[in-house]
């Protein structure tokens, strides 16, 4: 029987097999498995995570546009007072320096330059 394995090793036609035993096999399928379940897990938190990011930059753009129409709006009023003001000094109108109200019950009131 030696002879003959001899003979195996050195004969050119000989080929090696790898022969994998049952409990081989189920290690290996187990072990695939439990890689490619560990990849699902992980795919499936990033998908998650981002699903999370990405609800938190709508919800944030949403807020920044709110701000950004009440600054228009702030912009426009200030905008509008200074109109106001333009045209007040374009009329010729000038200041109030100090008011003297008159002792009583009257609603008249004096101006001094």
């Known amino acids: 029987m030696r002879d003959r394995n001899k003979r195996r090793k050195y004969n050119k036609g000989y080929k090696a097999t790898f022969k994998l035993s049952k409990v081989g096999v189920m290690i290996s399928l187990f072990s695939l498995v439990l890689v490619m379940g560990l990849l699902f897990l992980s795919q499936s938190n990033q998908m998650a995570t981002s ?7 709508k919800e944030d753009a949403k807020e ?3 701000q950004n129409e ?3 709006i ?21 200041p109030v320096g ?10 008249v009131a004096t101006s001094i330059k």
């Open 74 to 94: 702030q912009a426009s009023r200030l905008q509008s007072i200074q109109n106001i003001d333009g045209g007040i000094k374009n009329s010729g109108m000038v």
């Open 51 to 57: 699903g999370y990011d990405i609800a938190k930059l």
């Open 98 to 107: 100090q008011i003297n109200y008159l002792p009583g019950n009257t609603n």
């Open 70 to 72: 009440q600054l228009q």
């Open 64 to 66: 920044l546009k709110s």
